[in-house]
């Protein structure tokens, strides 16, 4: 099983960055599919958790920012983010889960960092 993300890097205040994510070794269109982001020392935070277009989750923080997707046909799920704010700067990770991760698969993580 892997979980590969990409697409993080360094990106000005109210910038916007797209993270990818490539899922292999699992049957990926049966499970919910999301993001989590950590700053160090800080607690691991939830943000988005989809199952299909129609039923997706955004935690209150990255609501209306942030823009989460999957494509079954290529086992990927993305993670769009708008308007992007130096409090948005942590390690973000690809993992099974919905409303919070089910601790199952995680990625290992992908560097955002929003700075002047």
């Known amino acids: 099983v892997q979980l590969v993300e990409s697409g993080g890097g360094l990106v000005q205040p109210g910038g916007s960055l797209r993270l990818s994510c490539a899922a292999s070794?699992?049957?990926?269109?049966?499970?919910?599919m999301g993001w989590a982001r950590q700053v160090p020392g800080k607690e691991l935070e939830w943000l988005s958790g989809?199952?299909?277009?129609?039923?997706?989750y955004y935690s209150d923080s990255v609501k209306g920012r942030f823009t989460i997707s999957r494509d079954n046909a290529k086992n990927m799920v993305y993670l769009q983010m708008n308007s992007l704010k130096p409090e948005d700067t942590a390690v973000y990770y690809c993992?099974?889960?919905?409303?919070?991760?089910?601790?199952?698969?995680w990625g290992q993580g992908t560097q955002v960092t929003v700075s002047s």
């Open positions: 070794g699992f049957t990926f269109r049966t499970y919910a």
């Open positions: 989809i199952y299909s277009d129609e039923i997706i």
């Open positions: 993992a099974t889960g919905f409303r919070s991760a089910d601790n199952k698969y």
